[in-house]
T-cell receptor, first 116, second 112 residues
Framework: EPEVTQTPSHQVTQMGQEVILRCVPI?????FYWYRQILGQKVEFLVS????????KSEIFDDQFSVERPDGSNFTLKIRSTKLEDSAMYFC??????????????FGDGTRLSIL | QKEVEQNSGPLSVPEGAIASLNCTYS??????FFWYRQYSGKSPELIMF????GDKEDGRFTAQLNKASQYVSLLIRDSQPSDSATYLC????????????FGAGTILRVKS
């Protein structure tokens, strides 16, 4: 069964450094998403992306964050200057959309980001 | 503020019993509802989705939706120890970039 793949599985970075998290969505999916989950807390929406532009972003997704689809398969999340509070699991997801009812979002295995 | 509420649990059921997990949501305009299972340290795994009022069954799982009461539930029949996990209720908002708003999850423990 097709799946969303994320790399790396674990990223350790010094505070203030830039980090890029990578995702390969399911090939026929059109919508792409990033979520994060701080340890012990809810899964939180960061951003959705469709047709090469951001559809929606949360208040968490400030100027330090950016997303890009550099080619036909990859979808990346960049954090420009990491903070300690950016430490979390980051999940990429993708979906198709048909009519008025959305098909489910399928999640990758996540990248654990640890900021030192 | 769009909220999704779940009882955090833990909900403990014996093996073979029916587990009932509940979720309420705040926005009457919500149209799509999803149940994900999350094992500790892992990603959310889709279990069920439901769009229309009533019941939807898939194997041992039944999702129930009542839009008038803004309530969605998940029943797990013949619960197995491998069902022990956190169950996340999520509501989709198409008008906000299809974002999912998640509840905090209910911890289910199935005792053998």
């Amino acid at each position: 069964e097709p799946e969303v793949t994320q790399t790396p599985s674990h990223q350790v970075t010094q505070m203030g450094q830039e980090v890029i998290l990578r995702c390969v969505p399911i090939s026929n999916h059109l919508y792409f998403y990033w979520y994060r989950q701080i340890l012990g807390q809810k899964v939180e929406f960061l951003v959705s992306f469709y047709n090469n532009e951001i559809s929606e972003k949360s208040e968490i997704f400030d100027d330090q964050f950016s997303v890009e689809r550099p080619d036909g398969s990859n979808f990346t999340l960049k954090i420009r200057s990491t903070k300690l509070e950016d430490s979390a699991m980051y999940f990429c997801a993708s979906s198709v959309r048909t009519g008025y009812s959305n098909q489910p979002q399928h999640f990758g295995d996540g990248t654990r980001l640890s900021i030192l | 503020q769009k909220e999704v509420e779940q009882n955090s649990g833990p909900l403990s059921v014996p093996e073979g019993a029916i587990a009932s997990l509940n979720c309420t949501y705040s926005d009457r305009g919500s149209q799509s509802f999803f149940w994900y299972r999350q094992y500790s340290g892992k990603s959310p795994e889709l279990i069920m989705f439901i769009y229309s009022n009533g019941d939807k069954e898939d194997g041992r799982f039944t999702a129930q939706l009542n839009k008038a009461s803004q309530y969605v539930s998940l029943l797990i029949r013949d619960s197995q120890p491998s069902d022990s996990a956190t169950y996340l209720c999520a509501v989709n908002y198409m008008e906000y970039g299809n974002k999912l708003v998640f509840g905090a999850g209910t911890i289910l423990r199935v005792k053998s």
